[in-house]
């Protein structure tokens, strides 16, 4: 009686399982970026509806976070108002990201460069006539994209600090390329009796790479 019972049970167990399949799991599908014959223009990959509201991060202002204008042109002027306090985190962030190869002071001799690891080209100095032209979202993109051996900081520098590390690299350029001439008459004095003002003419700093 029990073998029955055991038989019997096992048969509509079984007869259980025929009905449960994986059609769910093995159902048709398109992989990424593959082409479809379902939609009219041959693509799988389909944008959002109209009104989609974004999730995360809403990127409509493409030239603050990629420097450039829809033309292609780099963005010239900072996006937000220029302050002290701007320039103030834009050179204690230079001074932890960019100082170690570029330099305290931009002329590319940093620690790295002095006794780092050897390089086919020297480091950048930012006082070259090319990077003195360069608009601000050239400075903006390079930060962001690298350049040469120079990787990414988009994910250790938040946009509004490259943007801030932008203006002060601008900052640092007029500072240390300006003459006499570009200094205030009425506090001309006082900073040369105090030696901060030199009226020796610079030689061009050597081109290179950036």
């Known amino acids: 009686m029990r073998r029955l019972v055991a038989t019997v049970g096992s048969v509509l167990i079984v007869a259980g399982l025929t009905g449960c399949h994986t059609d769910m799991w093995v159902q048709p599908r398109v992989k990424t970026l593959s082409k479809s014959d379902f939609f009219k223009d041959g693509s799988s990959a389909r944008m959002p509806v109209k009104n989609t509201v974004a999730w995360g991060n809403l990127r409509e202002d493409e030239a603050y976070y990629t420097g450039k204008l829809p033309t292609g042109k ?59 032209q360069a608009q601000l979202g050239y400075f903006f993109e390079t930060i962001t994209n690298g350049f040469g051996v120079m990787y990414s900081y988009a994910s250790r520098i938040p946009v509004e600090d490259r943007w ?18 570009d200094v205030p008459q009425e506090v001309l004095p006082e900073l040369i009796e ?11 700093a050597p081109a290179s790479d950036h």
């Open 164 to 181: 801030k590390i932008a203006a002060y690299i601008r900052a640092l350029q007029l500072s240390q390329n300006a003459t006499y001439a």
């Open 74 to 132: 780099y963005v010239q002027e900072l996006p937000f108002e220029l302050t002290k306090d701007v320039l103030l985190r834009g050179r204690e962030r230079y001074d932890v990201f960019c100082a170690p190869c570029h330099g305290k002071v931009g002329d590319g001799q940093g620690m790295i460069a002095q006794r780092g690891f050897n390089q086919k080209r020297p480091v950048a100095t930012l006082h070259q006539d090319r990077l003195r």
């Open 194 to 204: 105090k030696g901060k003002v030199d009226l020796t003419p610079k030689k061009e």
